[in-house]
């Protein structure tokens, strides 16, 4: 929690994190950059309070999922293969859930992000998350050597996503691999034409 008087701002930075890695340097783990700039106006009113309970996120159960992948993300590749805008790596159906196992295979910190779903994290190596990756995700932070089980959701479009690993601190050597999602599960033959989605930074 940050306390702000009447009329005083305040910088949020970041700090080095505990990454796990060794190569601190190379991982990016010693930079530096501001986050969030916080301005107090110079009269203030009271709060509302917060609720009891805050928002649930429904979980999705392991039993709904019609199939398990699995990447192992390695310097520049995942599943040791480097991007190729022109190739495919998986087909997933519309209105289906899948569980993704992702693990670190080499000695770097690796971020991993899918594009236009959000997951549930089932377990980080078979134990149960932290409250904090409890919630709905888009991106995980992969310690080397860390498997974690994703769980999630193709509702609601048809369009060919990405999903990537970034080394931290390496933004152009990130590995990258792209799939469709079809409107009938099961039916390969046909996928609606659009570009991959550009990527920002993570």
Known sequence: MVALTPGERVVLRSASPATGAGLVQRDGGDDRFDVLELRAART???????????????????????????????????????????????????DTTEIWEVRSGDGTLHTFHVHDVQFQVLSIDDRKPPPELSGGKDTVLLPPGTRMRLIMRFAD??????????????????????????????????????????????
Not at 44 to 65: F, G, K, Q
């Open 44 to 94: 203030l009113t009271d709060s509302p309070e917060l609720p009891d309970h805050l928002a649930a996120l429904p979980p999705l159960p392991a039993h709904t999922a019609v199939r398990t992948r699995t990447f192992e993300l390695a310097e520049h590749h995942i599943n040791g293969r480097k991007m190729d805008p022109r190739r495919i790596d998986a087909r997933v159906g519309k």
């Open 157 to 202: 479009y048809c369009c060919v996503p990405q999903w990537r690993s970034q080394m931290r601190g390496r933004e152009p050597a990130a590995a990258r691999a792209a799939f469709p999602a079809l409107s009938v599960p099961g039916q390969w033959g046909s996928v609606h034409p659009m570009r991959n989605v550009a990527l920002g930074d993570v």
